[in-house]
Every structure is written in structure tokens, then in C-alpha cells.
């Protein structure tokens, strides 16, 4: 999971939400199927991380095709106080490695 900053307008230092202000929480599995580990990086609000770097959503292992798993992560945008107002757009990336 990786993210970009935010940005609005030509990004400008006050036009831009920096990945430091934006959390992540994987949160526990709400579904899966098949048979393997799971393992949340980050189960709970109390364990999030900010984005400045990519970081691992669930890790496990697979012992049988097909597996499956689902869950509903939460990302929490601190818009810092000298932010510009506008409509800002950015990048979320889940990847499976």
C-alpha cells in the first residue's frame, strides 16, 4: 500500500497534503475463503501509519488455491491549518505481492 500527496491547484507547499498527514489501518479480515494465514499489519486504529513510505496491508500464507481475503481499511486526511481550499486529488495504490 503506498500513496502519493495531495495536491491542489500547481501544488504549491500550501496546496499540497503531504503523505505524513495521512494515515492507514488495514483493520482485521471481514471475509475470506481458502485455506492460509492472515495476518493484518495493521489491526487496529491504535497501530496506523502514515503513508510517507509504502507499507504492508496483510501478510500470510497461502497453502491452497484459490484463497481469497477481504477486509475494510480506514485512511484518516489531517488537513493541515495553512492549507489552500480547493479540490484535492492524490493516489492510494493496494498491490499484491
Known sequence: ??????????????????????????????????????????????????LTSPVVAFSGRKQAPPMSTSWQPTLVITIPSNAAAGVYTGTITHSVA
Do not use: D
Request: hydrophobic share 30%.
Open 1 to 50: 500500500m503506498s500513496a502519493t500527496n495531495f495536491t491542489t491547484g500547481s501544488g504549491t507547499p500550501a496546496q499540497t497534503i503531504t503523505t505524513a498527514n495521512i494515515a492507514y489501518w488495514s483493520g482485521p479480515v471481514t471475509a475470506s475463503s481458502g485455506v492460509g494465514t492472515r495476518n493484518p499489519g495493521e489491526p487496529t486504529a491504535a497501530s496506523r501509519v502514515a
